[in-house]
């Protein structure tokens, strides 16, 4: 039997070495094509690749660009809140007090006025001028028969009663100076009288020894000086004892016809009320009130402004509810404005009590006017 072919053996191992990655290579190879050809065999499906998760720095560098946007956005929200509660301040500002409408029914020369109430707005000087002098016609309207509520029959007597009126009321005065002026009737009389007589006369009207000193005084003066008449010309009244201003031009308007403005009490009140002045000084008034009207109606106005005091637009309780000029008054509600209330404010012959004169004009008592009863009457 011949020998078998002993070099097909070597070479078949040597190739098998030349061969790159020997069995094993070939192994994976085969396991590889199985993979790429084997549908039919039960080879787990290949995972999908979850996306990358950021890292730590990412993280922190987002959560800090979150925290500066949300820090932006509240101190935004922070600066428009203060300014909407700015503009609501503003808005909630208080305004100008304007008074309510009321209606007021007032008892004058021409029967029953019903009003309504509405402040005046801000006033151009002619505005001004044009109210003030519509108050004072309808002040006219209400009061046709004012006049000097003090009773006397010539200059001397009124010029005696406008001193004898300085802290005390017109009535009391009126009851006191019959017995003073029975007396004594002329200057002369006065000027020559025992002191203590006179004060005990006056010691109704309180400051009895200086108003004594007073009137004495300036009888004294119109017989020295005058021959016993009293002047008329207001450098001259001034000059007279217990004689300023005030009571010059009472004497002045009444007792001879010549226009003066009476800054009294009552007067001073009621013209800041009606803001057609803020001055306080008595001569300033008078200066300021009468540039807003024609000199012939100072005398009249005085005394529409001093009835319309008395009777209505009282200093501590003003009877607004009844005020025939409620719709021109700035200062309307400071006193009572129900119509029925206010009534019961009225004084004097608005009220249906008597006036201050014993002996009123007739014109006064025409108009319901009552005279008032003499000193221990009632």
């Known amino acids: 039997m011949g020998e078998q072919n002993p070099g097909g053996g070597r070479k078949a191992a040597e190739a098998a070495k030349r061969a790159p990655g020997g069995a094993a290579a070939g192994g994976r190879k085969a396991a590889a094509g199985a993979e790429a050809g084997g549908a039919g065999k039960a080879v787990p499906a290949k995972k999908k690749t979850a996306p990358a998760k950021p890292s730590v720095a990412k993280k922190a560098a987002g959560a800090k660009a979150a925290a500066k946007k949300a820090a932006t956005t509240k101190a935004a929200t922070k600066k428009a809140g203060a300014t909407n509660v700015t503009t609501k301040k503003a808005i909630k500002k208080k305004p100008v007090a304007v008074p309510e409408k009321a209606t007021a029914d007032v008892k004058g020369a021409s029967g029953v006025k019903t009003v309504s109430a509405k402040a005046p707005a801000a006033e151009s000087r002619t505005a001004l001028v044009r109210r003030a002098r ?90 020295e000086n005058y021959g016993g008449e009293v002047p008329g010309r207001l450098e001259e009244l001034v000059k007279l004892p217990g004689v ?20 009294d009490t009552h007067f001073q009140r009621l013209v800041r009320r009606w803001q057609w002045t803020e001055q306080t000084d008595p001569d300033k008034i008078e200066a300021e009130i009468g540039a807003l009207f024609p000199k012939s109606d100072w005398t009249d106005l005085s005394h529409h402004v001093i009835w319309h005091g008395r009777r209505i637009c009282h200093a501590r309780k003003p009877a607004c509810g009844a005020c025939p000029i409620a719709p021109l008054c700035p200062a309307y509600g400071e006193g009572e404005t129900d119509p029925e209330k206010a009534k019961k404010l009225l004084k004097y012959e608005k009220g249906g009590f008597p006036g201050q004169r014993l002996n009123p004009p007739q014109s006064y008592l025409d108009a319901g006017g009552k005279p008032a009863p003499p000193l221990g009457a009632g």
């Open 134 to 223: 519509r108050i004072n016609r309808e002040l006219a309207e209400v009061f046709p028969y004012a006049h000097p509520e003090l009773d006397f029959d010539n200059p001397f007597q009124l010029v005696v009663a406008t001193v004898l009126s300085a802290q005390t009321t017109d009535l009391r005065v009126n009851q006191t100076t019959p017995a003073l002026f029975a007396k004594y009737p002329t200057p002369e009389d006065l000027a020559a009288a025992n002191p203590e007589e006179v004060e005990e006369i006056l010691r109704p009207t309180g400051f009895f020894r200086a108003k004594t000193k007073s009137v004495m005084g300036l009888s004294k003066a119109l017989v």
């Open 244 to 263: 300023g201003r005030k009571t010059a031009f009472v004497v002045l308007g009444n007792a001879f016809g010549r226009p003066g403005i009476t800054v």
